[in-house]
């Protein structure tokens, strides 16, 4: 992945707008079927939503309760599908249910839910089927659960994943395949020819330099950021925020769904990097999605309603090791309240030729994508009678994954690495991870852990900087290896960061320095 903004100086038949998931399959399919496309992001790869969700792919459990039947169908089967193409990616998690006396939900309309769960999945899930656990089970494996009112528990499975790294595995084989894509690029206008839409002018936010890019087709997939670009449907659009606080470990594998007591809205305690993931919430959202954080309203509704759940001692704001939140960019339903809101997808032809898609889920975005480029294609009068990401195995995917995971953990443990480092290392990078392995073997010292108490070697930062087009130093700490979201970094590990990659990108003293103080400073 190299960055050359010079690129894109030349005429495209798509020009993808926002670099998130769903701007990623959009360009990856897109250029798998022959076009000539250029992907543009504001910011960084996977910078905001889609670096902000649950990490889960998944088919939306609790949608059932609203009877999105499709959806939860649709999900599964792309749960399926992406295990499939992306085993290292895409990993099976199991999910504990308890059920407490005075639930609204009981035993019986839950076990009947999972039953449907089940159903709607199909066959050759990468999960298996619902079961039960007496509440002494629950008691013996998930110690950390409130026995008081624990009345028995269901079990049932989804997925996980590293939502920042899935995008940018995405965006990797978009470049593999010949897109142009540009992080830190902002479109600052919609080009019109005759009144419809015949390119971008696109800013270079690491420079001066403003490139009026042409194309055939724009497609917009920035979410929350959409309305920026002036199309005239964008402002019905509904934005809700789900903030996400990361707690110590729970010493389990296992995930758990739980309920809030007042507002019987769904929330999840998930294990992540050796952390734990809290939430989410579901808030009405408003201004500029640059700006959404997690508010001290956030932080005691997330504390409280786990809390609720824990065995003595409970959380306190002393802690939580991170926090993050993110903005949904969904269909305006103003009837519902925002948890109800549907996560259907929905593509939007504006009257100047833009195609702009709305809603939609992690766990869909392929497919969604896949119907995006089908317009595009009509659009651009081509014939396309097959969509390749159905079937084409992820960027990084190894052949035979079972004997390749067990050779790759061989290979790191021999260089030095702890075993746990050197399982998530295969996982979080795939067939690639030869190049992380390389690296060590050019220098034993960058097997070292970052942190002690995270499975992240000093290695990663380098291959961020060389191979994953990272041009800022939050791009490196936050998503590339995401330590900025799991604990507070100190200013020597950040210093000791900015050197080593300075290094490879030829960052002066100045820039090393601004570069440590901007991940430094809070944000509002």
Wanted: aromatic letters at 6%; charged letters at 25%; hydrophobic letters at 40%.
């Amino acid at each position: 992945m190299k960055r050359d903004i010079a690129s894109l100086d030349q005429t495209f038949d798509l020009l993808v707008i926002g670099g998130g998931i769903y701007g990623a399959w959009t360009a990856y399919d897109a250029a798998l079927r022959g076009l000539r496309v250029a992907l543009v992001e504001k910011s960084d790869w996977a910078s905001g939503t889609s670096s902000a969700s649950t990490k889960l792919i998944h088919g939306g459990l609790r949608y059932l309760e609203h009877r999105d039947f499709n959806l939860v169908r649709v999900s599964l089967d792309e749960r399926r599908r992406l295990s499939e193409l992306g085993p290292h990616r895409v990993r099976p998690l199991r999910f504990v249910l308890p059920v407490y006396k005075g639930a609204r939900v009981g035993p019986v309309r839950l076990g009947l839910g999972l039953w449907l769960y089940d159903l709607l999945s199909g066959r050759n899930q990468p999960v298996p089927r619902h079961s039960s656990l007496s509440r002494a089970r629950v008691a013996e494996e998930l110690p950390f659960l409130r026995r008081d009112g624990l009345r028995q528990a269901f079990t049932y499975g989804d997925c996980q994943t590293d939502d920042a790294r899935f995008t940018l595995e995405i965006v990797d084989g978009a470049c593999r395949a010949g897109v142009v894509a540009i992080n830190h690029a902002e479109v600052r206008e919609i080009l019109t020819t005759r009144e419809r839409a015949s390119g971008a002018a696109v800013r270079d936010r690491l420079g001066a330099d403003t490139i009026d890019v042409q194309a055939s087709v724009i497609v917009n997939t920035a979410g929350p950021w959409a309305p920026n670009l002036g199309q005239e449907h964008c402002t019905d659009l509904r934005l809700v925020k789900g903030a996400h606080l990361v707690m110590p470990t729970l010493h389990t594998s296992d995930a758990v769904l739980l309920m809030t007591p007042d507002e019987q809205r769904v929330f999840f305690m998930i294990p992540w990097y050796g952390r734990t993931l809290v939430g989410t919430t579901d808030t009405d959202f408003s201004g500029n999605p640059d700006n959404v954080s997690v508010t001290e309203t956030d932080v005691e509704y997330l504390l409280d309603s786990a809390n609720k759940f824990l065995e003595v001692p409970c959380w306190s704001d002393q802690d939580i090791c991170g926090r993050f939140a993110g903005i949904r960019a969904l269909q305006n339903e103003n009837e519902r309240a925002p948890s109800d809101v549907t996560r259907e997808w929905k593509l939007v032809h504006s009257s100047n030729g833009v195609l702009t898609s709305t809603g939609g889920k992690l766990t869909s975005a392929r497919r969604d994508a896949s119907f995006i480029v089908d317009r595009v294609m009509a659009v651009l009068g081509k014939h396309s009678s097959e969509r390749p990401t159905e079937s084409e195995p992820f960027p990084w995917a190894p052949r035979n994954f079972e004997a390749w995971f067990a050779e790759s953990i061989k290979r790191g443990v021999s260089l030095g690495m702890d075993e746990e480092l050197a399982t998530n290392l295969s996982l979080r990078y795939g067939k690639e991870v030869t190049t992380v392995h390389e690296i060590v073997e050019g220098d034993r010292s960058l097997a070292d852990r970052i942190v002690s108490s995270l499975a992240f070697c000093k290695a990663e930062w380098v291959r961020g900087a060389r191979d994953e087009m990272t041009m800022t130093l939050s791009d490196l700490t936050t998503r590339r290896v995401p330590l900025s979201v799991l604990t507070p970094l100190s200013r020597q590990i950040l210093e000791e960061a900015a050197d080593l990659v300075g290094n490879i990108l030829g960052w002066d003293e100045e820039r090393r320095r601004a570069e440590v103080g901007t991940v430094l400073r809070p944000r509002s």
